[in-house]
């Protein structure tokens, strides 16, 4: 079956620093992977995705790569703001058009 | 600008009512979803529906109904089955394809009194 694995949180940072936030998938065939945002008492927001093996997605600084060999679609940010502070979901969309499935989110809190 | 709409944003439901969340989408997209978000789970998957007049059950259905007479509109009913309903309640749409992404409105928070 389908499944998103996540780090589980909260992580919390200083202003500068580097971020990761781990996401593995279990899927059958080749899905697509997203990473959503949502900040307090929103919706969720879509900030990158790829959708194939290798692809590498990227916005506002933000970047993960498709890798298909360790099933992971690890976030990455070089140096996170305090407006960065939010939770985020990796997600995958399997064989059933449309239908995503996600991880548990990771809470993530930015200090200045 | 389009997009999608949910209302209320906060909604009250007593014992034993059922209460109705509305989702409007003006994407002209063919498919939406519900979800239910609770603290530490993530999203989980109500229903969904990938053309007017048809839809699937999801992950966590019982106590839950829906019907997609537009294309437009998918409303979610929490009936009084649903033993647990304090949740954030989340729709979306999307056009349907697994390399596209879903489209969320801001939710709406049911409390019960």
């Known amino acids: 079956g389908n499944s998103v694995t996540q780090m589980e949180g909260p992580v919390t940072l200083s202003e500068e620093a580097f971020l990761t936030i781990n996401c593995t998938y279990t899927?059958?065939?080749?899905?697509?992977l997203f990473w959503y945002v949502q900040y307090p008492g929103e919706g969720l927001q879509l900030l990158l995705k790829a959708t194939k093996a290798d692809d590498k997605g990227s916005n506002k600084g933000f970047e993960a790569t498709y890798r298909k060999e360790t099933t992971s679609f690890h976030l990455e940010k070089g140096s996170v703001q305090v407006s960065d502070s939010a939770v985020y979901f990796c997600a995958l969309a399997g064989s059933t058009l449309g239908r995503l499935y996600f991880g548990r989110g990771t809470q993530l809190t930015v200090w200045p | 600008d389009g997009g999608i709409t949910q209302s209320p944003k906060y909604l009250f439901r007593k014992e034993g009512q059922n209460v109705t969340l509305s989702c409007e989408q003006n994407?002209?997209?063919?498919?939406m979803y519900w979800y239910r978000q609770d603290p530490g789970q993530g999203l989980r998957l109500i229903y969904y529906?990938?053309?007017?007049?048809?839809?699937q059950k999801g992950d966590i259905a019982e106590g839950y109904s829906v019907s997609r007479e537009k294309k437009e509109s998918f409303p979610l009913t929490v009936t009084s089955a649903q033993k647990n309903p304090t949740a954030f309640y989340l729709c979306?749409?999307?056009?349907?394809?697994?390399?596209?992404?879903?489209?969320f409105g801001d939710g709406t928070r049911l409390s019960i009194l």
């Open positions: 979306a749409s999307s056009i349907g394809a697994r390399d596209q992404p879903q489209h």
């Open positions: 899927a059958t065939g080749y899905p697509s």
């Open positions: 994407l002209n997209h063919d498919a």
């Open positions: 529906s990938q053309i007017v007049n048809d839809f």
